[in-house]
């Protein structure tokens, strides 16, 4: 696998863990993981997107996904 393929992965899996995170039992842990979602910026909103059109498409729904997609670009 290219360096490039593991590093992108490697953010994605960041990414998510930290959004699970968001719904923690503990404030402080919550508050931990939103503020180190900000500070990684707009490609939490990358992942965030990628992440919903995926649920679309598994509920059938494809509606959002040209929205999303758009959105994307």
């Not at 959004?19 to 993981?33: K, T, Y």
């Not at 910026?41 to 598994?58: K, M, T, W």
Request: with cysteine; glycine share 8%.
């Amino acid at each position: 696998m290219a360096e490039h393929t593991r590093c992108h992965l490697s953010q994605l899996f960041g990414v998510a863990r930290l959004m699970g995170e968001l719904d923690a039992d503990s404030s402080e842990a919550a508050e931990d993981a939103q503020h180190a979602l900000i500070a990684l910026g707009p490609q939490v909103l990358d992942h965030g997107q990628l992440c919903a059109i995926e649920v679309f498409s598994a509920l059938g729904d494809p509606r959002p996904g040209d929205v999303l997609i758009d959105m994307s670009r």
